[in-house]
């Protein structure tokens, strides 16, 4: 009770100061509408070009462009004028999910949900008798090296190409959350609705 206390009133702040991405808000309200499971993290999907200084150096990379709808070629080129140091990568990323089951069953049908909404990378992530957190995910991921130190080293032609590619894989792994709404909605009706959620005055809790 206490962990998911702390989960809504993180999640509630970060709504209330536009940190969560508008267009999972409703689906991340409902999924901690349901008894028993709350989420800690989580994503709608993204295009974008980001620097890395060397392979791994994931916590010191900075993006130069991300959105979390799709991008234009001409979003990206421009983008690329502020590339200065590091490798340039294109990346596609699909949705993901940490949803936290308070019982080892409700564990099970998280991950259940998120097989048969279409997120083919659910897996279990932590394990324990009174705790299960599941990562619902998609395959859709995409990683294209551009250039470095701020040389792009692709013509216009490949980096049309590679837009639309990615672009195209966004929209792939997106078209599968009114599916994943649908099975929370679902949940919702077999485990019931959480009191300590709407005991918090969530924004917009009159919609789910």
């Known amino acids: 009770m206490r962990a998911k206390r702390e989960a809504l009133k993180a999640l509630f702040t970060a709504i209330s100061e536009n940190k969560v991405d508008r267009d999972i808000v409703d689906l991340l309200l409902l999924i901690n509408s349901i008894k028993g499971v709350y989420t800690t993290s989580s994503c709608s999907g993204r295009v974008g070009i980001i620097e890395e200084p060397k392979i791994g150096a994931k916590p010191l990379s900075r993006w130069i462009i991300k959105k979390h709808a799709p991008i234009t070629f001409e979003e990206a080129k421009d983008s690329l004028k502020d590339a200065r140091e590091g490798i340039i990568f294109l990346k596609a990323q699909p949705p993901i999910f940490h949803i936290v089951g308070e019982t080892p069953e409700i564990g099970k049908k998280l991950h259940e949900i998120g097989l048969s909404s279409g997120f083919k990378y659910t897996t279990f992530k932590a394990l324990s008798k009174d705790r299960v957190l599941v990562e619902i995910n998609g395959t859709e991921y995409l990683t294209v090296p551009l250039g470095r130190d701020g040389k792009v080293l692709i013509t216009d032609e490949y980096l049309e190409f590679l837009i639309n590619l990615a672009n195209e ?40």
Not at 187 to 192: F, P, V
Request: charged share 40%; net charge positive; proline share 8%.
């Open 169 to 208: 894989m966004l929209e792939r792994s997106k078209s599968r959350l009114p599916r994943l709404e649908q099975n929370f909605k679902k949940l919702k009706k077999e485990l019931g609705e959480d009191e300590l959620f709407y005991e918090l005055n969530p924004p917009r809790a009159q919609y789910i």
